[in-house]
């Protein structure tokens, strides 16, 4: 415990998914938490949104294990908005050590038939909205003398995946992202890296969309088993995905000091996947 204390930390989509379990897991070592969410829907997107009451059970779980948070509904595309958040949520905690950029969104379609919408909304929150959190975000900083900066990419950010070929330019534009502001904010001691997970077990996997796609064969919605079935052999080692807190982990081990001479690294969390030899 401690390995936080002290600090405070941005996290963006905190109210569900991976972006919560960052928040929970940083508040039990001791960090502050500034959690921003949309909690609403994005256009060519059909996966339910988060909502103003996952934000809200988001903080009450940061509470509940004694850290101070901060919440706010902004859109990572909107750089005003976002900024005046983090700004509002840094004087409310005193200062920024630590950004985690995990906002994100997931959408289907064969690279050859996408609409022009659906391509530049996904690069806009994907990679777009990354490089607003991480603009608003190092002047803080640099401010403190210091920080971590941990930006969630994906194993699409490392290998190329069949029907998401815009998810897949984002998520590699991250990493991109991450090297160039790596070199950059070295001067100024902050650190800069990216995760990169499997599939994880939150409603961005969980949902009919997504699971139809892994089960073309069934005139259904596959079950939450089929879709285990047709999702475990994509990863090493035997699992079908990964639970958010192994993500918020990784994390938590970048955001810290026993990390303080890693950055520009690419961290996967992947159970394997894409280092996994074809059967």
């Known amino acids: 415990m401690g ?40 256009d060519t997107v059909v996966i339910p949104p ?27 595309r909107d750089v005003d908005a976002l900024g005046a958040a983090v700004d509002d949520g840094v004087r409310a905690l005193g200062g920024l050590d630590i950004v985690c950029a995990t906002a994100g969104i997931t959408s289907r379609g064969m690279a050859v038939e996408m609409s022009e919408q659906t391509w530049q909304t996904m690069l806009d929150v994907n990679l777009t909205g990354v490089f607003h959190t991480c603009q608003v975000t190092a002047p803080h900083l640099i401010t403190r003398g210091g920080g971590s900066i941990v930006l969630v990419s994906s194993i699409a950010g490392l290998r190329g995946l069949v029907g998401v070929a815009h998810y897949t330019a984002a998520k590699h534009g991250v990493v991109g992202l991450m090297r160039s502001l790596a070199n950059e904010l070295a001067r100024h001691r902050i650190r800069v890296n990216t995760v990169h997970p499997t599939n994880v077990d939150t409603p961005l996997i969980q949902n009919d969309a997504v699971r139809s796609a892994f089960r073309p064969d069934l005139d259904r919605p596959p079950t939450r088993e089929e879709f285990a079935a047709a999702a475990r052999p994509m990863n090493m080692l035997e699992t079908a995905w990964v639970d958010p807190f192994d993500v918020a982990n990784a994390s938590l081990f970048l955001a810290s000091d026993e990390a303080r001479y890693i950055t520009a690294a690419a961290l996967p969390v992947d159970a394997g996947s894409t280092q996994r030899q074809p059967l």
């Open 50 to 76: 988060s909502t103003p009451d996952d934000l809200a059970e988001t903080a009450r779980r940061v509470r509940a294990v004694g850290a101070d948070v901060v919440t706010a509904i902004a859109d990572v």
């Open 3 to 42: 390995r936080l204390s002290g600090k405070v930390a941005v996290i963006t989509g905190a109210a569900r998914g991976i972006g919560r379990a960052q928040a929970v897991r940083f508040a039990q070592e001791g960090a502050g938490v500034i959690g921003i969410d949309l909690c609403g829907g994005v």
